[in-house]
């Protein structure tokens, strides 16, 4: 049986979004992703049992491990506190860990979020905190800040937190390639802003491979003056 003209556009619309979700995952915003973050965050999990309390901020619908418990803005099937991180539904000193990967820059209240989760987390407990620098404006459905490493341990350090380790997640090569593609698409869709997006998963794919320079920079005196972001593990003490 032909399919109707409706199924066809259906289709396409759907093979349009798979497309676009992997040039964005896997391609161009592959940064919670890296095996270098992956690897980090395993190493602090395993200092925990799946009995413990572990809170992902910001998580998206998409469990990091099956007994971690996910706080969002938007509701989803694996989302189980629908809130902003300025107020969250939990009792004080009653998380061991707090996860929160770049999440912090889209929140209108940081200071507030961040006091919350100074009070959730039990007496030294710990958060894994990562939030860009060199990234351009992604609303999600806002973006309001961005965070140098100085600034990152100015902000946990003032909410009370011990700051145990600040590294950069992506370095120069990252930061460079995200100015580059978001230049390309806009010097090429100009006024015609249907073009923009197309634009963007072309020059995502064919300056991936800058991406791939990231381990010299990491090795610079000057690593901290354009890197994508950072992360910071931190500890609550009284």
Known sequence: MKKSLDQIIQSFILKIKEIRYFLVKKIYANTNDTSHIRSIINKLLKQYSEKSFILNIGSGNKRIAPHIKNLDIFEGEYIDYVCDAAKIPLENNSVDLIITQEAFEHIAKPNKALNECYRILKDEGKMYFQVPFIVGYHPGPTDFYRFTKEGIENFLSDAGFEVE??????????????????????????????????????????????????????????RDRIPGGYYAICKKIL
């Not at 990231?214 to 610079?220: G, P």
Request: glycine share 6%; hydrophobic share 55%.
């Open 165 to 222: 380790k600040i590294e950069i997640t992506i370095a120069g090569a990252y930061g460079f390639y995200f100015i580059a593609v978001e230049f390309f698409a806009i010097l090429f869709s100009g006024p015609i802003s249907y073009l923009y997006i197309p634009c963007k998963g072309i020059f995502s794919v064919l300056l991936y491979p800058i991406k791939m320079f990231d381990f010299w920079f990491r090795l610079s005196k000057q």
